[in-house]
């Protein structure tokens, strides 16, 4: 009879486990074994005959086809969730150390956000950051959602910040903030002072909405369809000051959230509260499940407070009220 343990005899070279482990997990966040191959700078032969002797150790299929993306199978799924934060912390463990010998008054932070978020939300947040940590080399990335998810499991930047519809599986969205749905219009227009207001009164106008990838499309088309009323597009175009700046000259009408309206824009919009028809927006921190987060990163994200924000209450005269 053998003296061995099971455990001894299933990871006989302990010193190996970390190569396939850190093969699989990259694997697992890319999608592909020659993206993983790129992201570890070894061949694709390397990874698959990693990834072939891991599942032969543990005995089980840690992966799946869908399309031409390798998902986790169930059992891989669960493999990633315990030894992701292993390879993270192995693999961050130099940075880490780095940081703290260092402490916050050095290194640099990446942050993804969309245009609006960097110009509504962000301004006051980094203003206080910049404030504590001055040293720190912070950078904002302008990429609307999708892209910045995929910066995100690139490691191309440490967190993101904005709004998220589908959280998808290898990410993290810690909603903070939320911003009720606010109809604007020229303050001569008649669905300003309309007493009671419908989507259907809504539908008579063209809307002028940021392009179709973006959240604000796809919640008006989501709820424009899911009560069965037709609605017309007059024009598409990013970034909510152009939005803004054409109802106000009178081409159209728009949804939009109410982050985006200043005081500034009490004279030439009317605007009017959506929240019986549309869900309100939330805002918050996205990061890579089991990504290691940096002093920095975790500084930042201390600064988010829920109340940085003042609710704004749209009354039916079409103006706004703190």
């Known amino acids: 009879m053998s003296d ?11 010193s190996d486990r970390l190569k396939p482990l850190r093969a699989f997990c990259q694997t697992v966040r890319l999608g592909s074994v020659s993206r993983a191959a790129e992201a570890l700078f070894v061949s694709q032969p390397a ?6 002797a891991l599942e032969r150790e543990l005995g089980v299929k840690l992966f799946e086809r869908s399309g031409r993306r390798l998902a986790p ?16 912390g192995i693999d961050g463990l130099e940075a880490s150390f780095r940081d703290r010998v260092a402490g916050l008054d050095a290194g640099e932070l990446n942050i993804a956000a969309n245009s609006s978020t960097i ?20 950078t904002l ?21 904005g709004s998220m519809m589908d959280v998808p599986a290898d990410l993290s969205y810690a909603p903070i903030y939320r911003f009720e749905p606010v109809l604007i219009t020229p303050p001569q227009h008649p669905l300003a ?4 207001l419908s989507l259907e009164d809504i539908s008579h106008y063209g809307l002028i909405l940021p392009p179709k990838r973006q959240i604000t499309y796809r919640l008006v088309d989501l709820v424009f369809q899911q009560n069965r009323v037709p609605y017309t597009v007059a024009l598409e175009v990013g970034g909510w000051e152009v939005i803004k700046q054409y109802v106000a000259m009178g081409m159209g009408i728009s949804i939009v959230s109410s982050i985006c309206l200043t005081d ?7 605007t009017r509260s959506l929240r019986d028809w549309f869900p309100s927006r939330s805002y918050g921190v996205v990061v890579r499940k089991g990504k290691y987060l940096s002093p920095q990163a975790r500084a930042f994200i ?5 109340d940085l924000f003042a609710p704004r209450d749209y009354d039916q005269s079409g103006h706004s009220e703190r």
Do not use: C, M, W
Request: charged content about 25%; overall charge negative; aromatic content about 6%.
């Open 4 to 14: 061995k343990s099971p455990q001894t005899l299933r990871f006989p070279y302990k």
């Open 47 to 52: 990874i698959s005959l990693q990834l072939q």
């Open 73 to 88: 199978s169930r059992e891989g799924q669960l493999l990633f969730e315990l030894a992701q934060p292993l390879v993270e």
């Open 119 to 138: 110009l509504y939300l962000l301004p006051k947040i980094v203003e206080n950051f910049r404030a504590q940590h001055p040293d720190v080399r912070l």
């Open 141 to 161: 990335h302008n990429a609307i959602t999708a892209d910045g998810t995929d910066l995100l499991r690139s490691d191309a930047v440490d967190l993101a910040v």
């Open 193 to 196: 002072n309309k007493a009671k």
């Open 264 to 270: 500034g824009d009490h004279d030439r919009l009317a």
């Open 302 to 306: 201390e600064l988010i407070q829920p």
